[in-house]
């Protein structure tokens, strides 16, 4: 009898509609997908606005936050990407599980966010960039001057549990933080100026 080999580059879908879905991925440097045990935590704590929401994950990668998030309920899910690769296998993921609501876009994102399309507005966004790329702090600052958070939107951020959590604006209140091996993990709520 044959023993199947696990692939080192999938990870799997843990909850909601295509709940133990594998999702394959290129192998790519600096691509890190969310474990399952951080993913399990994060969408406990973002369930009960998950329904309906619109998501944005600036780093897709993988796509295991923006696909949980399709799987799990949302309405809408943009997952941003430069490599074409990368969204390349996006797309088949989207296709092969029938996520009408979920588009995958190859583009830089930090680009993207200097000049979002108008009249955009996101519930939920992901910012999970690869460890040592430099590109959280700036992700963080594009986002909160982009006009892009609905009132009351959540903002995850994961980053080297060894790296300080970037400056973020006043307007974001961070309700929970969490490690998990090397992996540091906040979740933040957006409130406009009154």
């Not at 594009?142 to 307007?171: C, H, I, K, Q, T």
Request: charged share 20%; proline share 7%.
């Amino acid at each position: 009898m044959r023993s199947k080999r696990k692939i080192s580059n999938q990870v799997r879908i843990i909850g909601g509609q295509h709940r133990g879905r594998q999702l394959i991925f290129p192998d790519l440097p600096g691509l890190r997908p969310t474990g399952d045990r951080v993913r399990e935590t994060l969408f406990n704590w973002l369930q009960p606005m998950l329904p309906g929401a619109r998501c944005l994950d600036l780093f897709a990668g993988s796509g295991a936050l923006g696909l949980e998030a399709a799987s799990r309920g949302a309405g809408e899910v943009v997952l941003l990407d430069q490599s074409l690769q990368v969204v390349r296998q996006l797309q088949k993921h989207i296709v092969d599980l029938k996520l009408d609501q979920v588009t995958a876009v190859q583009v830089d994102a930090l680009g993207w966010l200097q000049a979002p399309p108008l009249n955009l507005s996101f519930d939920v966004v992901f910012i999970d960039p690869p460890f040592s790329d430099g590109l959280l702090e700036p992700g963080v600052q594009l986002l909160a001057s982009s006009g892009l958070l609905a009132e009351n939107a959540r903002v995850y951020l994961e980053m080297d549990v060894l790296e300080s959590l970037p400056f973020f604006p006043p307007e974001w209140q961070l309700l929970r933080e969490k490690k998990a091996g090397q992996v540091a993990y906040y979740l933040f709520a957006y409130q406009s100026e009154r």
